[in-house]
């Protein structure tokens, strides 16, 4: 039996918070690392995207992986192959902003399944869109969700933020302080209201979103929606982050 850990690599507390779920579940742990182009729309971003193998085997193994694997291009991608579309919700907040690249992630987790047939497959809450679209596309790997692991100060984990300077990850800080005051607010509309007022404080962030969604399609939620979530994206330095917080109802 074999748990598939998909990433990108520049391997980070987070995933090693993956890893490590993957772990526990007492099975054969793969990870698997490899920049996937087909879900970067900017080739900028793709060019800048931190590269760190060795360091990434040694923080694998560590975490319990038994294979850390780098897979090749073509064999991901053979002549030929086609594209998979990430339906409608593919299209919203992060698939708005980077048109395609929810088409390009579940056109890769499709060939990683196929090659690793991964009984589970374990993704992190901090890409909560993407998390959504992968267990939409009812593969019959089971996936398995992992909460976002923050740093000491409430800024999620990510690979991105090694391209911060310090006053830059100073001002990311705003995107976490938004959703942990949010989240306090009586009501939604006053937790909207936070969410942009709150973000707005800090000159230094370009937001691109910020909404509180349905879990379930990502339609905007009013108080009748059970399962509720703040989400966020945005510059900061040029560099784009991206965070969410579930949201009590009220
Ligand atoms: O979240 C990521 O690191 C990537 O989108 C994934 C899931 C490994 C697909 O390339």
């Known amino acids: 039996m074999t748990v598939l850990v998909p990433t990108m690599g520049a391997l980070h507390k987070g995933h090693q918070g993956l890893i490590k779920r993957a772990r526990a579940l007492d099975k054969d742990v793969i990870v698997s690392i490899f920049v996937n182009p087909l879900q970067f729309e900017n080739k900028e971003d793709l060019e800048k995207y931190p590269r760190s193998p060795e360091r990434d085997i040694e ?140 973000l707005s404080t800090e000159p230094g962030f370009d937001k691109d979103y910020a909404a509180i969604i349905d879990e379930k399609d990502f339609s905007l939620a009013d108080k009748k929606t059970e399962n509720r979530r703040a989400i966020i994206a945005g510059w900061v330095e040029g560099v784009r982050l991206i965070d969410n917080m579930p949201m009590v109802g009220r």
């Open 59 to 198: 923080i694998a193994t560590i975490a319990g992986a038994n294979e850390v694997w780098f897979p090749e291009y073509e064999d991901l991608f053979p002549e030929g192959f086609k594209t998979l579309g990430a339906g409608a919700l593919g299209n919203l907040y992060e698939g708005a902003s980077r048109p395609g690249h929810f088409d390009g992630v579940v056109t890769v987790i499709d060939r990683l399944f196929a090659i690793a047939k991964p009984d589970q497959a374990i993704f992190g809450e901090k890409d909560f869109q993407q998390l959504t679209i992968i267990k939409a596309m009812n593969s019959k790997v089971e996936i398995i969700a992992v909460p976002t692991v923050r740093e000491f100060d409430g800024l999620a984990m990510s690979s991105r933020n090694a391209r911060l300077s310090e006053s830059g990850r100073d001002i990311a800080l705003v995107i976490h302080r938004a959703l942990a005051a949010a989240k306090l607010a009586p009501t939604i509309e006053i937790a909207h209201e936070i969410l942009n007022t709150t």
